[in-house]
């Protein structure tokens, strides 16, 4: 199995940002770390073995990259704004970063599905949201997708437009609708074990459907917690049998 690592002075960042490529060709999954942790933390808790037999198959290409959570949401000498700013520069180095370096990395434009577990799953799940024009689905892991559970009582128009229950009921613009609603691959899945928040899904899920767009809501039972034996179960799950 391939596995390239490549590392760049972020504009958008201003910092030295990695990102690792597993595989050689397949419908890209962008996936993002779980709170503070970096861009090899899938690769450490055997998340990329569990799917490696899709990687080598060529079902999927996987690029894993680096968080900044600790420079916003889960850093607690910042204040409120100063961490949706790092999140919006975040959002920035994804979208004009990222993305091209996937479409290069690739010779040429390919679909691309984001994926995270926990506060990863937030970000995976906000980034489809936001830019239905670049990315084609995602795999939305344990997440709560409410950015009020982590902004710590600070909440303004940015924090507002990062937070995907917050914004979805009110989004009417139809570009972005028609192209969220023509997605067949938004999956939101949860265990109803110890530390898990089904209803977090259920919520989203209500919000989808009462904007006509299409996604599946997967509640897994009591005995799956909040822990990576869970998502080693989940990822290759809905890599090979949705994608």
Same mark, same amino acid.
């Given at each position: 199995?391939?596995?390239?690592?490549?590392?760049?002075?972020?504009?958008?960042?201003?910092?030295?940002?990695?990102?690792?490529?597993?595989?050689?060709?397949?419908?890209?999954?962008?996936?993002?770390?779980?709170? %503070? %942790?970096?861009?090899? +933390?899938?690769?450490?808790?055997?998340?990329?073995?569990?799917?490696?037999?899709?990687? +080598?198959?060529?079902?999927?290409? $996987?690029?894993?990259?680096?968080?900044?959570?600790?420079?916003?949401?889960?850093?607690?000498?910042?204040?409120?704004?100063?961490?949706?700013?790092?999140?919006?520069?975040?959002?920035?180095?994804?979208?004009?970063?990222? $993305?091209?370096?996937?479409?290069?990395?690739?010779?040429?434009? $390919?679909?691309?599905?984001? %994926?995270?577990?926990?506060?990863? %799953?937030?970000?995976?799940?906000?980034?489809?949201?936001?830019?239905?024009?670049?990315?084609?689905?995602?795999?939305?892991?344990?997440?709560?997708?409410?950015?009020?559970?982590?902004?710590?009582?600070?909440?303004?128009?940015?924090?507002?437009?990062?937070?995907?229950?917050?914004?979805?009921?009110?989004?009417?613009?139809?570009?972005?609708?028609?192209?969220?609603?023509?997605?067949?691959?938004?999956?939101?899945?949860?265990?109803?074990?110890?530390?898990?928040?089904?209803?977090?899904?259920?919520?989203?899920?209500?919000?989808?459907?009462?904007?006509?767009?299409?996604?599946?809501?997967?509640?897994?039972?009591?005995?799956?917690?909040?822990?990576?034996?869970?998502?080693?179960?989940?990822?290759?799950?809905?890599?090979?049998?949705?994608?």
């Amino acid at each position: 199995m391939r596995r390239d690592i490549t590392t760049w002075h972020s504009p958008a960042l201003d910092k030295s940002m990695e990102i690792v490529a597993y595989g050689h060709y397949g419908t890209a999954l962008l996936m993002f770390p779980s709170a %503070a %942790a970096d861009y090899l +933390e899938y690769e450490r808790f055997h998340l990329i073995d569990a799917i490696k037999p899709y990687i +080598e198959a060529g079902k999927v290409k $996987v690029y894993s990259i680096n968080s900044i959570n600790s420079e916003s949401w889960l850093n607690d000498t910042m204040d409120g704004r100063a961490k949706v700013l790092r999140h919006q520069q975040y959002n920035q180095y994804i979208v004009d970063e990222v $993305v091209p370096f996937i479409h290069r990395d690739c010779n040429g434009t $390919v679909p691309i599905i984001t %994926a995270g577990v926990s506060l990863g %799953a937030l970000h995976a799940a906000n980034t489809l949201f936001r830019r239905p024009d670049l990315f084609d689905g995602t795999i939305a892991m344990s997440g709560i997708y409410d950015l009020s559970a982590y902004s710590k009582g600070y909440f303004d128009e940015d924090c507002y437009f990062n937070s995907p229950v917050s914004y979805l009921p009110n989004l009417s613009d139809p570009y972005y609708l028609n192209l969220l609603r023509s997605k067949h691959h938004i999956y939101f899945v949860s265990g109803r074990g110890a530390y898990e928040d089904p209803d977090a899904s259920v919520l989203i899920g209500r919000i989808l459907t009462m904007q006509g767009i299409p996604h599946d809501i997967d509640l897994w039972g009591s005995e799956w917690t909040h822990d990576w034996p869970t998502w080693r179960a989940m990822l290759p799950h809905y890599i090979g049998t949705r994608l």
